[in-house]
T-cell receptor, first 115, second 107 residues
Framework: SAVISQKPSRDICQRGTSLTIQCQVDSQVTMMFWYRQQPGQSLTLIATANQGSEATYESGFVIDKFPISRPNLTFSTLTVSNMSPEDSSIYLC????????????FGQGTRLTVV | DAKTTQPTSMDCAEGRAANLPCNHSTISGNEYVYWYRQIHSQGPQYIIH???NNETNEMASLIITEDRKSSTLILPHATLRDTAVYYCIVSYHKLVFGAGTILRVKS
């Protein structure tokens, strides 16, 4: 299993600013992912955070808006840049431990409100 | 896009079995069927997954049809705490969430 700590748990930010969300795992993991959950909606995959290399982004998400770092096997950050009210969402970190096609663990999310 | 179809919502009486269906007619040979649930304001929780065979764990059972085009998640004795959104996902590498099924367990 894996225990995920996300920080901050929530924040209220001014439009035009940026927020960096941290995801810390209590053990080394193979895969790390970032998701967005807009109000009342399902989860949307933003990107796969690759250790030591650039993240792999899904369609509709770009590095300039959502830069991601993953310096090691237990830590990743997601930055939401130049925020607008449309970025108000819950952002979730997810990890897989071990081989492909195993269970994924999710953090409790960061609830972001942009005003 | 999600490759699964689920009912929008379902009700279940407390103590009864909850049977949640999922259609995935375009599933590929190497894709697994996963079930997760999300209780309000929490991150998704893994329930179970399988490739071809039926699976059972302490939480639930997963029944996959022989042609793998549909599956059913069974919660054997639903409780009020099982009220959540249940997501059926077919995946080889990364999880793509659909709209899910809102399960309401009622006393």
């Amino acid at each position: 299993s894996a225990v995920i700590s996300q920080k901050p748990s929530r924040d209220i930010c001014q439009r035009g600013t940026s927020l960096t969300i941290q995801c810390q795992v209590d053990s080394q993991v193979t895969m790390m992912f970032w998701y967005r959950q807009q109000p009342g909606q399902s989860l949307t995959l933003i990107a796969t955070a690759n250790q030591g290399s650039e993240a792999t982004y899904e369609s509709g998400f770009v590095i300039d808006k959502f830069p991601i770092s993953r310096p090691n096997l237990t830590f990743s950050t997601l930055t939401v840049s130049n925020m607008s009210p449309e970025d108000s969402s819950i952002y979730l970190c997810s990890v897989e431990v071990g081989t492909v096609n195993t269970e994924a663990f999710f953090g409790q999310g960061t609830r972001l409100t942009v005003v | 896009d999600a490759k699964t179809t689920q009912p929008t919502s379902m009700d279940c009486a407390e103590g009864r079995a909850a049977n949640l269906p999922c259609n995935h007619s375009t599933i590929s040979g190497n894709e697994y069927v996963y079930w997760y649930r999300q209780i309000h304001s929490q991150g998704p929780q893994y329930i179970i997954h399988g490739l071809k065979n039926n699976e059972t764990n302490e939480m639930a059972s997963l029944i996959i049809t022989e042609d793998r085009k549909s599956s059913t998640l069974i919660l054997p004795h639903a409780t009020l705490r099982d009220t959540a959104v249940y997501y059926c996902i077919v995946s080889y590498h990364k999880l793509v969430f659909g709209a899910g099924t809102i399960l309401r367990v009622k006393s």
